[in-house]
């Protein structure tokens, strides 16, 4: 289903539009795009020379965000970008004459256009002329100015980090080769890249290589597992190719470097660094977030990442443990949701060998977050606060270091609270990797990583998911309320087979038929398709990102298994509602309107082909099962 999703809308779906309404959906779309911008836009080609403002801070750099109180954005605006916005967003003649930072000199004077004369869509002007921030007074050391300057630190402009200048440190950068990027608003694009192999290293500190300043949200550096489930990567070092949160199912739990909008770059605890190397990880995974929200073309970047080392190894290898929630459903008009996740005390006993200790973490939500906690409970009991974010901003999100260490238990249990402001929006939010849809994980950092085989601690709804992992299996002889999801995803299980022959031969989508009840009541006595564990199951298969005969199939089945929830609902005094899956895939979506479109004598003759037809059914057998398999064994982790 492609649908144009904004601020929780789905403001028109192209699945069953004609030519007419495709248009209509372009220009509704662009009209409120236009009427309803949001922060993150790039506004240097709306004032003169916009994108070659000299860093007042940084010799031969540019502040590339002009309004702002920091070189790259995301903050509260300046004196220059307080007028800017008083003037609409544009450059008019008062704009132009007026003195934003108070030095003496005209904004227009500062930006290469003294007479005012410039205006957006011509070529830029002045440039033999030398241009200064209209927001920063200037000179700075006089006492005026740095009264007028009192919210500049160009100090925080500066990326410090005592391990980079140490004798023994070098580094490597991973940079993308210059693409375009996609007219959506949100896209993952990733890399596999070979790590040095000569002998270990540890990785002390990473800083960023930002080009598109205005479309880089974040970039994230991933160590890769080939030893384990997953086996080797079959993905090609130095290619691009579009992802998720995490690049393949081999790259997306070792987290290994953060970079956020406003960060200057990373720095490691003295006492632990990254492995990399013969007995550390060989090959690495580069994440980049571009938020392209107003869907613009012509739009490119190289952005990247600049990687220190050390041969000289730190005591402990160091690793990022992933708590929060998966699973969100956040209604609209609320200015204060929370949505709890923990990583039990069970699930700390089969992943912590012994102590762990805590060295950093960072919140990471969308664009609703409003704040986040994760807390220490031992024996029951609140033990301390490891991270409190009261204030959370996705543009600008503050990784946080720890003063000390500190030490979780085996036995212990971190319970993590996200709350989310979604006052001004209409519809649900679901959790997801859109910009438009919510997250709610704690990255912390940990060492020694080699206790903790698999650093994966969420929850979905309330299933633990470190029942999940191979790695803790034995632990957990009840695995996921009965199921065996290892077991159940096996190629080749009999339970599955007959779950798509049945569902294929006795179901239709959006119909409730008795033959289908009769399946149905047997099918979902199955540890594995039923309650929350079936939820979990369906909400990753739907979560299929390639748009190809794989999730269109499996949206068909998805549907006809849910067609007699609400029948089956109320046999046992439960009143399920509408299709459930047919709201998550497009919340529009009017049951009982598409049952007036497809009448039922249809659905009659569908159902006799099909019956008539085994061939046909064996094909969809086919089609459907082997890719339900192998995406069931790549989404466990």
């Known amino acids: 289903m492609n649908n144009l999703v904004i601020d929780g809308k789905i403001l028109f779906s192209r699945k069953e539009s004609s030519a007419e309404e495709t248009e209509l959906f372009t220009f509704l779309g662009l009209l409120y795009l236009i009427c309803n911008t949001t922060a993150f836009k790039s506004y240097q080609t709306f004032i003169p020379n916009g994108a070659d403002v000299p860093d007042p801070c940084r010799t031969n750099e540019i502040w590339a965000a002009v309004g702002h109180v920091t070189a790259t954005g995301g903050t509260d605006r300046n004196p220059f970008g307080l007028d800017f916005v008083v003037q609409g967003k544009e450059w008019t003649e008062e704009l132009c004459q007026m003195d934003s930072d108070g030095d003496g000199r005209s904004n227009g004077e500062e930006l290469g256009d003294p007479d005012c004369m410039w205006r957006r869509g011509i070529e830029n002007v002045g440039m033999g002329t030398a241009l200064s921030h209209p927001g920063i007074c200037d000179p700075q050391e006089s006492p005026y100015c740095k009264q007028k300057n009192g919210w500049l630190n160009c100090e925080s402009e500066k990326f410090e980090c005592d391990a980079i200048n140490e004798s023994e440190t070098r580094n490597f950068t991973i940079q993308f080769p210059r693409m375009e990027i996609p007219r959506a608003s949100t896209t993952y694009i990733c890399m596999i890249v070979d790590a040095p192999t000569d002998q270990d290293y540890h990785i002390v500190a990473s800083s960023p290589i930002i080009d598109n300043t205005d479309m880089v949200h974040h970039i994230l550096l991933y160590g890769c597992v080939e030893d384990g489930p997953y086996g080797p990567l079959e993905q090609s070092s130095n290619e691009p190719f579009t992802c998720g949160m995490g690049a393949t199912m081999q790259c997306m739990t070792d987290l290994l470097s953060v970079w956020v909008i406003g960060s200057k770059g990373e720095c490691m605890h003295k006492d632990a660094g990254f492995r990399i190397g013969p007995n550390g990880y060989k090959k690495l995974a580069i994440q980049m977030h571009w ?122 249990e971190l319970r993590t609270m996200c709350t989310y402001d979604t006052s001004s929006r209409k519809r649900i939010t679901f959790g997801g990797d859109s910009t438009d849809d919510e997250m709610c994980i704690a990255f912390i950092q940990f060492y020694p990583k080699n206790i903790v085989p698999m650093p994966l601690c969420m929850n979905f709804k309330d299933l633990s998911l470190c029942k999940t992992a191979p790695q ?89 298994y849910t067609s007699c929830d609400r029948e089956l609902g109320e046999e046992v005094g439960v009143t399920k509602g509408e299709n459930n899956m047919v709201k998550y895939m497009n919340p529009d979506v009017d049951c009982s309107q598409c049952q007036k479109n497809t009448p039922q004598s249809q659905a009659t003759n569908t159902e006799c082909d099909l019956k008539n037809s085994a061939s046909a059914i064996f094909k969809d057998i086919i089609s459907i099962f082997m890719p339900i398999m192998v995406t069931l064994v790549s989404m466990i982790v």
């Not at 077991?487 to 007959?498: C, I, S």
């Open 291 to 412: 938020t392209n929200s107003d869907r613009r073309g012509n739009l490119h970047d190289s952005s990247g990442m600049v990687v220190h080392i050390t041969p000289r190894l730190r005591p402990y290898d160091a690793g990022i443990l992933w708590t929060g929630q998966s699973y969100m459903e956040i209604p609209p008009g609320q200015s204060s949701y929370s949505i709890n996740g923990s990583c039990t005390e069970e699930c700390t006993k089969a992943m912590f060998k012994e102590d762990i200790k805590l060295i950093g973490a960072l919140s990471h939500m969308h664009l609703t977050g409003k704040g986040q906690t994760v807390e220490q409970y031992r024996g029951g009991q609140l033990l301390r606060t490891v991270l409190e974010t009261k204030t959370y901003s996705y543009n600008r999100p503050e990784p946080l270091m720890f003063p000390e260490p500190i030490t979780v238990k085996a036995g212990d």
């Open 472 to 560: 803790y299996k034995e632990s957990f002889p009840d695995l996921l309320h009965g199921c065996d999801v290892l077991d159940f995803a096996a190629l080749g299980n009999p339970v599955v087979f007959d779950f798509v022959l049945n569902v294929r031969s006795k179901c239709r989508p959006y119909f409730c038929l008795e033959e289908c009840k009769k399946a149905l009541r047997k099918m979902q006595k199955h540890p594995c398709l039923k309650g929350d564990v079936w939820e979990y199951l369906k909400f990753q298969l739907l979560n299929i990102k390639t748009k190809t005969f794989m999730s269109d199939q499996l949206e068909k089945l998805m549907a006809a």
